[in-house]
């Protein structure tokens, strides 16, 4: 599913190809995947520029102007070019098409099945459910060592705290264990056990793993290529996620995979001490 760092890219990748650009076609495949009328959609989105992309937590906000579309792409869902347009399917659940110079520019949301396309009016975005409740962007200002501290001051697993959307935005499964692992904390550990130092490793491991997985385009574990054809390179890059059976790659001790805060979990049981 993507994470931060994808939905960065993502979000990067749509404003590349099309800012500036006139919606000339837009549909949705089902009415669960928008908030509006399956015709609404279209008739909404068609005439309008996109103005600017964005991203809160894990969504993708565009900017159209007098409307706001917020992507929520889970599983694996993900953003395509196409060569023409084509009507939404099963796989290609919403599709846009933009003019403007040059050959359309026609983007396929994918396998929106647990995720959504809604369309708000400007301004009135901040009210969606998931996003009135997101914490700090682990970027923003807002993410300090004194913020982090107190939002960690709680007798949940670090781990389930690190995932909790209202504590930092964006983090999901794979990057909370690069960075508890990068911090050398076992994901069981209650967030009040925590100490000064751990959090600050915390703090500076979250920003340095997000920072190097933007760079490098995201972790993409199937054969997913972008809306540029590229696939992302921080696969190649995780220590532990995925890794179960093979040497720790600080001190060769075997990584293990458990389940914590009801999720796949991988650990170095040597670097990473449960208590
Ligand atoms: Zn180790």
Known sequence: MPEMPEVTVISEDVAALA????????????????????????RRLVGRTLHGT????????????????LVHLVISGRVLRLPEWREPDRMNTAVLEFGGEGDP???AFTRLWLGYFHLYESGE??????????????????????????????KASTK???????????????????????????PTRKGSTLTAEEIHNIHAATRDILRRAIELRG?????????FGETGKYQHQLQVFTHAGEPCPRCGTEIIKSRVAGRGTYTCPACQKAS
């Open 219 to 227: 972790t993409t574990f199937d054969s997913y290529h972008d809306a």
């Open 160 to 186: 389930g705290l690190l995932l909790d959307q209202s504590v930092v935005a964006g983090l999901g499964n794979i990057y909370v264990d690069e960075i508890l692992f990068a911090a050398r904390i076992h």
């Open 125 to 154: 975005e901040v009210r969606h459910p998931l996003v009135s409740r997101l914490g700090p962007d682990p970027f923003s200002e807002d993410f300090t060592l004194e913020y982090l501290t107190s939002a960690l001051d709680r």
């Open 105 to 107: 520019v026609v983007l």
């Open 19 to 42: 800012l500036g650009r006139e919606v000339l076609r837009a549909a949705v495949f089902r009415p669960d995947v928008t908030n509006v009328e399956p015709e609404e959609f279209g």
């Open 54 to 69: 964005g991203r809160r937590g894990k969504i993708i906000v565009l900017d159209l102007g007098d409307v706001v579309g």
